[in-house]
């Protein structure tokens, strides 16, 4: 094989050594477990792709999934993009990313209700108290509360990457209002529409199961003293960029959407209105960050949240899924300690290895970043979806000094990390009407309730839509593959 592959749907494909290819090994051969796969594509016509490429279009845009970008002076809606050929992982390598992202889960959770209660890993000297304190999301309300079950962090995303050595690294935690499972599920069902045939010919796990398994999570951790217990979804409403998957969720779930206006508090219970009169509310899954979930407990001026429905929260009468407050975790100065913090609450070393981090706060560490911002990514600890992030040998030497400037105003807000080698897939690009690759990387999906753990076996595969583009998230131009993890 050339670098350039002499089939129709690949004419486009040049092969690029510098990174992992997830289709073709080293010596430029098929990978066993796309054989299958490459062969059915191989034999479509660009005509033939075009049409399924346009069938799988329209599945999406009849299930409605969309989301929302976010820029300057506009808001646009967007049908997410979606790439027809899957990514396939074997079932040795993802017992892998499936035991490290629960260790790191378990880890986490152990470390917020230390956070909030004893703090012995900070007096112990191993996590200082200055990156806590000065968290935006620690939030002092919680200290000595005891959340349902002991449970913060029931859904957590963890975003892994494939480097060019062939290892999968962790390159954040999100375990705040981690979002995109809906893809997930809607990928399955578009090529399950487009390519049946070759569908049957793997044997992969399900996908649609984890509505079942997120409300039997919200179910364990119920308030003591309920039997069955009433579950709904919190949404700010139609303009989040996430609107699509809040409703969706509850629909997989068969419980309700709300919004704040729908519920309200009465003697430190929640209650929402229906037509029969008020019903209590048992475990909330909030979709709502937390200093709008209450106008009385935070910003006064939300409009979006329930007033007192913190105060039941603190009395234990309503379980809020995930808890507030536990986004102090998932800051990316705190995820330079994740080595540390799984040695010290689970005794383990880590098995899903960190990239490597600089975080500004540290004088040494500033010094190196800014002596060397061209070579390293920078990330704002605090933001999600893309923003914020530079990556060195992208900018001008204008952007590269305005970056400086930045993180010199507040080094705590900042981290920087080594230009990672994503691996890459292959992307249908319609401009060139030819698979080309393109960097993806991995968001998993981990449950933890009351004696009760799970993993999604899939995942969403982010993928980059434009050429040499290291930023996957769909606010930043990025689409999305179907995950096969084969049993």
């Known amino acids: 094989m050339k670098n350039t592959i002499e089939l129709p749907l690949f004419s486009a494909y040049k092969f690029d050594s510098n990174f992992y290819d997830e289709l073709f090994n080293k010596n430029k051969e098929i990978r066993d477990i796309y054989k299958t796969l490459f062969k059915l594509f191989s034999q479509y016509s660009v005509t033939e792709f075009n049409a399924l490429n346009e069938r ?18 506009s808001v646009q809606e967007k049908i997410f993009p979606f790439d027809l050929f899957p990514r ?12 490290g992202v629960l260790q790191r889960s378990k880890a986490l959770n152990l470390f917020l209700w230390d956070v909030y209660h004893d703090q012995k890993i900070i007096k112990q000297g191993i996590v200082p108290i200055e990156l806590i304190s000065s968290s935006e999301n620690f939030i002092t309300k919680m200290k000595g509360l005891d959340p349902p079950e002991g449970v913060y962090n029931h859904i957590s995303g963890t975003d892994l990457i494939k480097h060019a050595d062939g290892n999968y690294y962790v390159l954040e935690d999100n375990i705040r209002c981690p979002s995109g499972v809906s893809y997930v599920i809607g990928n399955r069902t578009a090529v399950k529409h487009a390519l049946f045939g070759v569908f049957n010919k793997y044997n992969t796990h399900r996908v649609v199961d984890y509505g079942a398994n997120l409300l039997e999570i919200m179910e364990s951790v119920k308030p003591k003293g309920v039997d069955n217990p009433v579950c709904v979804i919190i949404t700010p409403g139609v303009y989040n960029s ?3 998957e809040h409703s969706f969720l509850a629909k997989q779930m068969g419980i309700d959407l709300v919004e704040g206006r729908d519920l309200f508090v009465e003697n430190d219970f929640v209650y929402k209105r229906t037509i029969y009169g008020p019903q209590k509310v048992d475990v909330i899954y909030r979709r709502i960050d937390d200093l709008f979930i209450d106008p009385l407990a935070f910003k006064p001026e939300s409009v979006l949240g329930v007033p007192g429905l913190f105060s039941a929260y603190q009395k234990g009468n ?4 995930n808890a507030p407050g536990t986004g102090v975790a998932d800051d990316k100065a ?16 880590q098995i899903l290895s960190n990239v490597h981090t600089y975080h500004c706060s540290r004088e040494k560490e500033m010094s190196y970043v800014l002596e060397n911002i061209d070579k390293l990514v920078v990330k704002p600890v605090d933001e999600s979806g893309g923003y914020g992030i530079s990556i060195g040998n992208k900018l001008t ?3 590269i ?7 010199k105003a507040n080094p705590r807000k900042y981290i920087a990390q080594p230009i990672m080698s994503l691996s890459t897939h292959p992307t249908y690009i319609e401009e060139t009407e030819s698979f080309e690759p ?9 449950l933890l309730g009351k004696d009760k753990e799970y993993v999604l076996k899939g995942g969403l595969s982010r993928v980059a839509l434009r050429r040499g583009n290291l930023v996957v998230n769909s606010s930043q131009g990025g689409g999305s593959k179907d995950t096969w993890v084969l049993k």
């Open 56 to 73: 799988a279009k329209e599945s999406f845009f009849n299930l409605g999934i969309t989301f929302q970008v976010y820029g300057e002076n």
């Open 88 to 99: 396939i992982i074997e079932q040795k390598e993802w017992d892998t990313i499936e035991k």
């Open 242 to 244: 996430a609107y699509y």
């Open 318 to 321: 309503v379980c809020l899924v």
């Open 334 to 349: 705190i995820y330079t300690y994740m080595p540390e913090i799984i040695k010290y609450y689970l005794d383990e070393d």
């Open 397 to 399: 030497k204008e952007e």
């Open 401 to 407: 000094q305005k970056v400086k400037d930045t993180i």
């Open 438 to 446: 393109r960097h993806v990387d991995l968001r998993t999906f981990t």
